[in-house]
């Protein structure tokens, strides 16, 4: 089976830089993804890692290293609308393309 | 970009009664559906995946019979809750893949059963 951890809380302040871990135990996967949600909202893509190593796009970067079954989501120059639940996923091998979630992160950026 | 529409935004039931829960792909084909249900402050749990033209298949747990899913066209799928419960209220997600992948979530149904 698969299963993803993340912290279940973490609090910053605005400008700030906060990182959100994802470890996980899967058997195989095609690559590291990261969502947010907005409270009642559907998820968002956010960022996505194949290979190992740091992507990045705008203010959000992520990283993934295989070796370690680890990833991490980092958000820079944190702005309040950044308050929301941040999830990992993986889609594993062989199983129809669905994609597991994390179990969230809820961000709660302050003044 | 890719749009699915999901319908309705909420809904409120009397417990007995089914709910029926329609996501559609606005310009692509979804080979592929999913749907995930997602209680408070927790994770998108997958319920089922269903491709055109096929049965849905059920992850561990979720009772086929009781969450009645269709995917009879490339751009529709619909999710029944049957006899709802207080127990089903949940948020219900559908999320859509086309043969290129990637993934496009429709908008969430708030279900209330009263």
């Not at chain 1, 959100?20 to 907005?38: A, D, E, M, R």
Request: with cysteine.
């Amino acid at each position: 089976g698969q299963s993803l951890e993340q912290p279940s809380e973490v609090t910053a302040v605005e400008g700030a830089i906060v990182q959100i871990n994802c470890t996980y135990q899967t058997s195989g996967f095609y690559g590291l993804s990261w969502y947010q949600q907005h409270d009642g909202g559907a998820p968002t893509f956010l960022s996505y890692n194949a290979l190992d190593g740091l992507e990045e796009t705008g203010r959000f970067s992520s990283f993934l290293s295989r070796s370690d079954s680890y990833g991490y989501l980092l958000l820079q120059e944190l702005q309040m609308k950044d308050s929301a639940s941040y999830f990992c996923a993986v889609r594993p091998y062989n199983q129809g393309g669905k994609l597991i979630f994390g179990q969230g992160t809820e961000l709660s950026v302050k003044p | 970009g890719a749009v699915v529409s999901q319908h309705p935004s909420w809904v409120i039931c009397k417990s007995g009664t089914s709910v029926k829960i329609e996501c559609r792909s606005l310009d692509f084909q979804a080979t592929t559906m999913f749907w995930y249900r997602q209680f408070p402050k927790q994770s998108l749990m997958l319920m089922a995946t269903s491709n055109e033209g096929s049965k849905a298949t059920y992850e561990q747990g979720v009772e086929k019979d009781k969450f009645l899913i269709n995917h009879a066209s490339l751009t529709l799928s619909t999710l029944t809750v049957t006899s709802a419960h207080p127990e089903d209220s949940s948020f219900y997600i559908c999320s859509a893949s086309s043969e290129y992948g990637g993934y496009t979530f429709g908008s969430g149904t708030r279900l209330t059963v009263v």
